[in-house]
Protein backbone atom coordinates (compact mmCIF):
# COMPACT_ATOMS: atom_id res chain seq x y z
CA UNK A 1 0.00 0.00 0.00
CA UNK A 2 1.04 3.57 -0.63
CA UNK A 3 1.63 6.47 2.42
CA UNK A 4 -0.65 9.10 2.61
CA UNK A 5 -0.61 12.08 4.50
CA UNK A 6 -3.74 13.41 6.61
CA UNK A 7 -4.43 16.26 8.58
CA UNK A 8 -6.31 16.94 11.52
CA UNK A 9 -7.35 20.78 12.28
CA UNK A 10 -9.76 22.69 14.49
CA UNK A 11 -9.85 24.91 17.24
CA UNK A 12 -8.99 23.89 21.17
CA UNK A 13 -11.54 21.42 22.44
CA UNK A 14 -12.45 20.14 19.01
CA UNK A 15 -10.99 16.42 19.96
CA UNK A 16 -8.24 16.25 17.34
CA UNK A 17 -5.80 14.51 19.78
CA UNK A 18 -8.16 11.81 20.84
CA UNK A 19 -9.73 11.19 17.27
CA UNK A 20 -6.12 10.86 16.04
CA UNK A 21 -5.42 8.31 18.54
CA UNK A 22 -8.54 6.71 18.20
CA UNK A 23 -7.92 6.21 14.56
CA UNK A 24 -3.94 5.35 14.76
CA UNK A 25 -5.34 2.26 16.93
CA UNK A 26 -8.05 1.26 14.48
CA UNK A 27 -5.60 1.33 10.85
CA UNK A 28 -2.69 -0.50 13.54
CA UNK A 29 -5.31 -2.85 14.55
CA UNK A 30 -6.00 -3.49 10.05
CA UNK A 31 -2.46 -4.11 9.64
CA UNK A 32 -2.11 -0.79 8.32
CA UNK A 33 1.69 1.26 9.26
CA UNK A 34 0.99 4.32 10.64
CA UNK A 35 3.14 7.00 12.42
CA UNK A 36 0.66 9.65 14.75
CA UNK A 37 2.40 13.16 14.73
CA UNK A 38 1.72 16.72 16.00
CA UNK A 39 2.87 19.92 15.88
CA UNK A 40 4.43 21.66 17.46
CA UNK A 41 6.84 19.08 17.80
CA UNK A 42 7.76 17.83 20.65
CA UNK A 43 11.62 17.54 19.53
CA UNK A 44 14.17 20.46 18.71
CA UNK A 45 12.51 23.68 17.61
CA UNK A 46 8.59 22.06 18.56
CA UNK A 47 9.86 21.62 21.89
CA UNK A 48 11.44 24.82 22.54
CA UNK A 49 7.90 26.48 21.75
CA UNK A 50 5.76 24.02 23.68
CA UNK A 51 8.18 24.54 26.99
CA UNK A 52 7.36 28.43 26.65
CA UNK A 53 10.62 29.30 27.31
CA UNK A 54 10.65 32.02 24.29
CA UNK A 55 8.99 34.39 26.65
CA UNK A 56 7.16 36.93 25.53
CA UNK A 57 7.50 37.25 22.02
CA UNK A 58 5.31 38.60 19.17
CA UNK A 59 3.22 36.57 16.99
CA UNK A 60 5.12 37.03 13.80
CA UNK A 61 8.42 36.06 15.72
CA UNK A 62 6.35 32.93 17.09
CA UNK A 63 5.47 32.29 13.62
CA UNK A 64 8.31 32.07 12.71
CA UNK A 65 9.44 29.31 15.01
CA UNK A 66 5.97 27.22 14.19
CA UNK A 67 7.74 27.63 10.26
CA UNK A 68 11.32 26.68 11.22
CA UNK A 69 9.61 23.68 13.25
CA UNK A 70 7.45 22.44 10.75
CA UNK A 71 10.23 22.29 7.69
CA UNK A 72 11.90 19.69 9.57
CA UNK A 73 8.77 17.89 10.35
CA UNK A 74 7.50 17.79 7.11
CA UNK A 75 10.82 16.05 5.83
CA UNK A 76 10.17 13.67 8.34
CA UNK A 77 6.56 13.36 6.84
CA UNK A 78 8.03 13.12 3.28
CA UNK A 79 10.29 10.01 4.25
CA UNK A 80 7.54 8.09 6.39
CA UNK A 81 4.85 8.73 3.37
CA UNK A 82 7.67 7.04 1.35
CA UNK A 83 8.08 4.28 3.54
CA UNK A 84 4.06 3.60 2.76
CA UNK A 85 3.08 4.57 6.10
CA UNK A 86 -0.53 6.30 7.36
CA UNK A 87 0.79 9.77 8.59
CA UNK A 88 -1.74 11.43 10.65
CA UNK A 89 -0.58 15.00 11.87
CA UNK A 90 -2.65 16.87 14.71
CA UNK A 91 -2.15 20.47 12.93
CA UNK A 92 -0.31 21.63 10.26
CA UNK A 93 -0.22 24.82 8.49
CA UNK A 94 -3.72 26.18 8.93
CA UNK A 95 -2.85 26.23 12.28
CA UNK A 96 -0.23 28.67 12.29
CA UNK A 97 -2.60 30.50 10.07
CA UNK A 98 -5.50 30.38 11.91
CA UNK A 99 -3.89 31.31 15.10
CA UNK A 100 -1.30 33.92 14.70
CA UNK A 101 -3.72 35.93 12.01
CA UNK A 102 -6.19 36.41 15.16
CA UNK A 103 -5.45 38.98 16.97
CA UNK A 104 -4.27 38.51 20.59
CA UNK A 105 -3.63 41.45 22.79
CA UNK A 106 -4.15 43.50 19.59
CA UNK A 107 -1.03 41.48 18.36
CA UNK A 108 -1.39 39.72 14.97
CA UNK A 109 0.22 38.64 11.96
CA UNK A 110 -0.69 39.52 8.31
CA UNK A 111 -2.85 36.40 7.07
CA UNK A 112 -0.96 36.84 2.93
CA UNK A 113 2.28 36.75 4.68
CA UNK A 114 1.53 33.30 6.77
CA UNK A 115 0.43 31.64 3.94
CA UNK A 116 3.53 32.75 1.97
CA UNK A 117 5.77 32.04 4.43
CA UNK A 118 4.38 28.29 5.10
CA UNK A 119 3.98 27.79 1.36
CA UNK A 120 8.02 27.22 1.06
CA UNK A 121 7.88 24.51 3.91
CA UNK A 122 4.66 22.24 3.07
CA UNK A 123 3.61 19.68 1.24
CA UNK A 124 0.15 19.26 0.52
CA UNK A 125 -1.75 16.54 2.37
CA UNK A 126 -4.06 13.87 0.96
CA UNK A 127 -6.81 14.94 3.09
CA UNK A 128 -7.50 18.38 5.61
CA UNK A 129 -10.24 17.40 8.09
CA UNK A 130 -11.38 20.38 10.04
CA UNK A 131 -12.99 19.48 13.21
CA UNK A 132 -15.40 22.22 13.76
CA UNK A 133 -16.55 23.88 17.36
CA UNK A 134 -18.50 26.43 18.68
CA UNK A 135 -16.00 28.29 20.66
CA UNK A 136 -17.96 28.07 23.82
CA UNK A 137 -18.35 24.48 23.53
CA UNK A 138 -14.98 24.29 22.77
CA UNK A 139 -13.42 26.19 25.80
CA UNK A 140 -16.24 24.18 28.06
CA UNK A 141 -14.43 21.16 27.69
CA UNK A 142 -10.79 22.49 27.61
CA UNK A 143 -12.09 23.44 31.39
CA UNK A 144 -12.51 20.16 31.98
CA UNK A 145 -9.16 18.82 31.45
CA UNK A 146 -7.56 19.86 34.62
CA UNK A 147 -4.68 22.01 32.66
CA UNK A 148 -3.49 25.30 33.00
CA UNK A 149 -5.68 27.92 30.07
CA UNK A 150 -3.00 28.82 27.90
CA UNK A 151 -3.07 32.13 26.42
CA UNK A 152 -4.33 31.07 23.38
CA UNK A 153 -7.87 29.55 25.37
CA UNK A 154 -9.91 32.75 25.55
CA UNK A 155 -13.28 32.80 23.92
CA UNK A 156 -12.61 35.89 21.98
CA UNK A 157 -9.65 34.97 20.59
CA UNK A 158 -10.95 31.33 19.59
CA UNK A 159 -13.90 32.71 17.81
CA UNK A 160 -11.67 34.56 15.47
CA UNK A 161 -9.59 31.46 15.26
CA UNK A 162 -12.86 29.54 14.02
CA UNK A 163 -14.05 31.71 11.72
CA UNK A 164 -10.20 31.80 9.72
CA UNK A 165 -10.09 28.20 10.42
CA UNK A 166 -13.53 27.90 8.18
CA UNK A 167 -12.44 30.76 5.64
CA UNK A 168 -9.38 28.29 4.79
CA UNK A 169 -11.57 25.14 4.60
CA UNK A 170 -13.55 26.79 2.00
CA UNK A 171 -10.48 28.25 0.41
CA UNK A 172 -8.63 24.73 0.35
CA UNK A 173 -11.03 22.33 0.13
CA UNK A 174 -11.12 20.61 3.82
CA UNK A 175 -12.92 18.14 5.16
CA UNK A 176 -15.49 19.88 7.84
CA UNK A 177 -16.93 17.77 10.88
CA UNK A 178 -19.29 19.08 13.18
CA UNK A 179 -16.93 18.36 16.36
CA UNK A 180 -20.51 19.06 18.40
CA UNK A 181 -21.72 15.71 17.57
CA UNK A 182 -20.68 12.54 19.46
CA UNK A 183 -16.90 10.73 19.35
CA UNK A 184 -18.78 7.90 17.19
CA UNK A 185 -20.62 10.25 14.92
CA UNK A 186 -17.32 12.17 14.45
CA UNK A 187 -15.21 9.15 14.45
CA UNK A 188 -17.52 7.14 11.46
CA UNK A 189 -16.96 10.34 9.71
CA UNK A 190 -13.38 10.57 9.41
CA UNK A 191 -12.60 7.54 9.34
CA UNK A 192 -15.24 7.68 5.72
CA UNK A 193 -12.98 10.47 4.26
CA UNK A 194 -9.37 8.53 4.96
CA UNK A 195 -10.99 5.54 3.67
CA UNK A 196 -11.58 7.24 0.26
CA UNK A 197 -7.54 7.98 0.72
CA UNK A 198 -6.38 4.92 1.69
CA UNK A 199 -8.60 2.95 -0.44
Known amino acids: MSGAFIVFEGADGAGKSSLCRRIADDLSAKGISVSLTAEPTHEGIGAFIRSGDAGNISQRTEALLFVADRNDH ?98 YGFDVIDASQSQDDVYAQAMEIIGKVIG
Not at 111 to 128: H, K, M, T, V, Y
Not at 159 to 170: D, F, S
Open 74 to 171: TENIRRMVSEGKVVLCDRYFASTVAYQSAKLDGDASDRDWLIGINSQFIDEPDAIILLDIDPQVGMGRVGTRGEEISKFERLDFQNQVRANYLRLAEE
